[in-house]
């Protein structure tokens, strides 16, 4: 497991800019952040709304855990469950109503924007491992010049 240590952080006008330096090694590098306004459920519906990662379930299982359950998230991230079960889940279909569905939790109250840019800091947990990320806006200039590690090739492929 790759450490890293903050070296710095500066903020200016809704900008962060964070320094880490890779332990062992002489690389320094800096990412910018930047806060935004996120979306989330409101206290008292968050547990009609949470749901497990969409690429750990399948269409049918996820059909099943939202079943009867209008307000599960899995009709945002997995909205071919709203769908006739033959459907290709790659289809324009299945896209364009995974937007309407998201457009529907916003339009009911279900999501909520908050009122001012944060940044996130969560943590998920998978038996006694513990996993805590950020959530922010990064420079588009930076994720194509592979300064920021892409989600997809920070773990090797999982075989299903």
Known sequence: MKVFTVLKRTFSQNVSKISFFEENKLNNFSVIVRPFQGWHPPANIIH???????????????REMAKGNEMCFLRCNKPEIDLDASIDVYSDAVYQKGKENLELFCTKGWLQ????????????????????????????????QNIIKKHELTRKKKGR
């Open 48 to 62: 009609k709304v949470a749901c497990p990662p969409f690429d750990t379930l399948d269409s049918d299982e996820a």
């Open 113 to 144: 924007q908050d009122k001012k840019k944060m940044l996130y800091i969560y943590s998920q947990q998978m038996g006694k491992r513990i996993q805590y990320g950020l959530m922010c806006e990064v420079s588009a200039e930076q994720y194509d």
